[in-house]
């Protein structure tokens, strides 16, 4: 996301996944963002915004609600605003996992999204992110969902070592996989290959889905892992990384936050 200085609000849209918000019009999160944060602050003047749009729309990886937290890093540089608690209350009311987003470090999440509980670092752990193509929208999984939901507390002690953190997860669940399943059943062979690969510590789905995650306990190994997916199921969407140790510095204007 950048934010360059203009008169009005502007949104240009590119990279690998842009087609697919070529019909969100004025609804798309990253002008809801800059309208409310510009209301809030009385601001005058505009920002030519451009997102580079590189994570799959309705995925359930957070990339709708990352971009709008983005946007609000940007503008808080490009104009010298704050981002305070009323930044915040404007990414609650965009969407539950945008104040995490716009928080930019690891975190516990309790409630909706709105406990927030920093933890010192996550230990650098490789990830793998597997997503069969199929959007998800997240209201049509609540939708199909029953039960109650999980309740956890927050970990006791934060976790510093890779082993440490997948035996805190190991018991954890994702209480909205089983109706992510029955609308998208290609979750469950994408949890099955991710499991398989060599090296996997823990997978899960995440979100409301359709993209699923598995840890190792370094990147490169997540890297070779993503690697052998992409290959073995090229209509897939694979990507590996690491998970945050730090949190997200704030950039000059021009930058990508």
């Known amino acids: 996301m950048t ?32 309208r409310a944060y510009a209301a809030q602050h009385r601001v005058a003047v505009g920002a030519a915004l451009h997102l580079t749009k590189n994570l ?27 981002l305070d608690d009323a930044a915040m209350r404007i990414a609650a009311s965009l969407g539950a996992d945008i104040p995490a987003c716009l928080d930019g470090r690891p975190l516990w999440l309790g409630g909706v999204g709105d406990r927030l509980l920093p933890l010192p670092g996550l230990p650098p ?31 006791r002690v934060a976790p510093r070592s890779a082993t440490a953190l997948i035996g805190l997860l190991r018991p954890c669940r994702n209480d909205l996989a089983e109706a992510a399943i029955g609308l ?34 370094e990147r490169r190994a997540a890297e070779d892992a993503a690697a052998a997916l992409a ?27």
């Open 3 to 34: 934010a360059a200085p203009a008169d009005g609000l502007s949104l240009a849209v590119s990279g690998p996944e842009a087609a697919a918000l070529a019909d969100a019009g004025d609804g798309n999160l990253v002008l809801r963002a800059a």
């Open 184 to 217: 998208v059943p290609e979750i469950a062979a994408v949890l099955d290959r991710l499991a398989a690969l060599p090296g996997t510590c823990l997978s899960r789905m995440s979100g409301s889905g359709a993209t699923c995650f598995a840890l190792f306990a």
């Open 125 to 155: 752990l490789g990830v793998v992110l597997a997503n069969p193509r199929r959007a998800l929208p997240t209201a049509s999984v609540f939708r199909a969902r029953r039960g109650a939901f999980t309740t956890a507390a927050p970990p």
């Open 56 to 82: 799959p729309v309705a995925s359930g990886i957070g990339g709708g609600s990352s971009d709008a937290a983005a946007t609000l890093r940007a503008l808080a540089v490009l104009w010298g605003l704050p």
């Open 231 to 257: 290959a073995a199921e090229p209509g897939w969407w694979v990507k590996a990384g690491a998970l945050l140790s730090a949190p997200v510095p704030l950039r000059p204007a021009g930058a990508s936050p």
